[in-house]
């Protein structure tokens, strides 16, 4: 486990942990299923769907493969859907985040990147190149610029629980530079206790 993705796991665990156990959670984008393997059968999520359009060589907890247009689920199918660093891969942030946020009844957790300037943008994309091009997978270099995806979320009908930016995803050096790029949040759907 390297160093960021320990930092994000506690983070999230942090989050989610009051919550549950939960029953269900939807991976979205899966990649190699470091998420989806920490959490299942565990005291955060009993259940775990990872969701993918590829599967990886070297998986830690298969996905199911999708086309990546349209999630093979009925609406609210899982008691939380989250996305860890993936959004911004797609071709379609804003689509891709109504569908992940449609397959939830009740939480949505979303750990991604925003920037305000060219230079932020940049350091995102040279962050993505060196995290992601020896696995073959390719950024558009989509993120979200200010705060964008949450103002969607939140108009969607999610009640913000928790955001937090900077989120200390890198240490030294790198985290000065990084970590304001770097964001987590949590949201409850706002009709979940009806």
Known sequence: MTLYRQRVLEQIQQLIRPLGPLDTALDFGSGDG????????????????????????????????????RLPFDDSSFELAYAIDVLHHCPDPSNALRDVSRCSRRY?????????????????????????????????????????WVEQIESDGWRRLSLIHPSKCHAGLLGVATNTLQFVGLWEREDAHR
């Open 108 to 148: 949505l957790l979303i750990k991604d990147h925003t920037y305000r300037s060219a230079m932020g943008k940049l350091t995102l994309g040279v962050l993505d190149e060196l995290g992601n091009r020896r696995f073959g997978i390719p950024s558009p270099y989509l993120y979200q610029r200010g705060w964008e």
């Open 34 to 69: 470091f998420f989806a393997s920490q959490w299942q059968g565990g005291d955060v999520v009993r259940r775990v769907t990872a969701v993918d359009v590829v599967e990886r060589k070297s998986s830690l907890f298969v996905p199911q493969l999708y086309d990546g247009k």
